[in-house]
């Protein structure tokens, strides 16, 4: 039994993000993205729910400030008490996992989606597909803070306990227990 563009997607391999099945969630998540993005702050209950129905998973005690972006929504998990800042997005083509006590800076990028470096071999023929793509997971351990305008990248997985400074730019995995900084993220001390 072959798999679905999304299993692909799921595995890591080459899909079609164009897929019907995949098209469908992306809209759906589009429309609950504008829904919430637009709900005054107040509306804290209406709020939550939407993100009940956008995310995989969502602990108690997660707040997220609008405005948020993600592409599917339903592959990111967020521990209890995580608190996403103004202007995040999350291209979630793959797991993202977030563990509880998570502070997410403003304009935090978390990449899943990656494409072949060359062009001759992203680029397709098929109008339907126009370039190849596959994703790899992102995991964020418990009690980590993502300092603003830091950019994670596919594949990567950060530990427990763990800081990265501002504006880093995260392309490998980071250990428990440290403080990581720069372009590239490098651990610069243990905590």
């Known amino acids: ?4 563009e999304k299993q692909k997607m799921l595995a890591g391999e080459i899909y079609n993000s164009r897929d019907p099945e995949l098209l469908e969630r992306y809209h759906i998540c589009r429309s609950l993205i504008l829904e919430f993005n637009h709900i005054p702050s107040t509306e804290l209950v ?6 009940d129905s956008l995310l995989g998973e ?3 005690g997660v707040w997220i400030e609008a405005p948020f972006f993600c592409d599917y929504g339903e592959n990111i998990r967020l521990g209890k008490n995580t608190f996403l800042n ?3 997005l999350l291209l979630d083509c793959n797991l993202i996992s977030i563990g509880k006590n998570g502070l997410i800076g403003p304009n ?3 990449y899943t989606a990656a494409h072949p470096i060359a062009a001759q071999d992203r680029i397709v023929a098929d109008p339907e597909e126009r370039y190849l793509t ?3 997971p992102v995991s964020i351990g418990d009690n980590v803070w993502i300092g603003g305008n830091t950019l994670i990248m596919p594949g990567v997985t950060i530990g427990e306990n763990v800081t990265i400074g501002a504006g880093s ?3 490998k995995d980071i250990p428990d227990n440290c403080l990581a900084l720069g372009n590239p993220c490098r651990v610069v001390r243990q905590l």
């Open 46 to 51: 209406k709020k939550s729910e939407i993100l």
């Open 108 to 110: 935090v990028q978390i």
């Open 58 to 60: 969502k602990g108690d």
């Open 86 to 88: 103004f202007n995040c």
């Open 1 to 4: 039994m072959s798999k679905s």
């Open 169 to 171: 730019v995260v392309t």
């Open 134 to 136: 596959y994703s790899k």
